[in-house]
């Protein structure tokens, strides 16, 4: 699944998912332009991919900002001259709780950054696409974004809506050369799932049919397959990578 010399955006890349995915890309000959809240983390991260002779940019973006995203793919733009690929992928989750004690901010931040933000990436991915001749977007939903989890509508609503646009923007470009896609994840071992289960791995074990947990190099396979010309007749759809929770 060469991606040689395709400039891919990556959104929350400083870790995580997003982290391994932006190695994966580079290893795969990818030119990788990152964009994370925290500065530290994406700029070790493309410290790391020139390291390995890779090709990487940061800019420091927050996907609640139309202007960050708007200037990440910009940033994409002006030093590549193209846009091939994305993925969508900066996301957070607040507490677990009833939506009668959920507190307001919590509704807000949720839906800007894990919804609102994939909806602004995917405008300024899809004009810079269609100037560059076509691409691949993949969307970062969740295993809750084709079922429920109680004590999360926030969360829930908003990776539900993830699925949504993805399908109704894939219909958009369908003939106009542009593939939207979104990947579920189920649970996998990455510093947000141990600050909720506490370093646990095996908390949740037993609401996956495969009995473990996934690791981030499982999802970056799924989106190197839905960013590469293997994919090319594929738009519109959600691949769940969550060890057969979906098919429950």
């Not at 998912?17 to 700029?43: K, T």
């Not at 091939?84 to 989750?93: E, I, P, R, S």
């Not at 958009?172 to 506490?198: H, L, Q, W």
């Not at 074990?205 to 996934?214: A, K, L, N």
Request: hydrophobic residues 45%.
């Amino acid at each position: 699944m060469s991606l040689e010399n395709k400039v891919i955006v990556v959104t929350g890349g400083g870790s995580g998912m997003g982290r391994d995915a932006c190695l994966a890309l580079a290893r795969a000959g990818a030119r990788v332009v990152l964009g994370n809240r925290n500065a530290q983390a994406g700029a070790d991260v493309v410290e790391e991919i020139v390291a390995a002779g890779g090709k990487a940019l940061f800019r420091v973006t927050d996907v609640s900002r139309p202007a960050d995203c708007e200037a990440l793919v910009a940033l994409a733009m002006e030093r590549y001259g193209r846009v091939d690929g994305a993925f969508n992928n900066a996301g957070l989750q607040r507490e677990f709780n009833d939506v009668h004690e959920t507190p307001d901010a919590d509704f807000s931040d949720v839906i800007d950054i894990n919804l609102k933000g994939v909806l602004y990436m995917m405008k300024y991915e899809a004009a810079a696409m269609l100037r560059s001749g076509g691409g691949s977007i993949v969307n970062n939903a969740s295993i809750f974004g084709l079922k429920a989890m109680p004590k999360t509508a926030y969360y829930v609503a908003a990776k539900h809506g993830i699925v949504g646009a993805t399908r109704a923007a894939a219909l958009d470009y369908a003939t106009r050369g542009i593939r939207i896609n979104a990947i579920c994840p189920g649970p996998i071992k990455t510093p947000s799932f141990d600050r909720v289960t506490g370093g646990d791995e095996h908390m949740y074990d037993d609401g996956v049919p495969m009995h473990r947990i996934g690791r981030p190099h499982e999802v970056s396979a799924a989106l190197l397959w839905l960013l590469s010309a293997q994919s090319s007749y594929v738009t519109g759809t959600t691949l769940s990578v969550d060890g057969g929770m979906s098919a429950e």
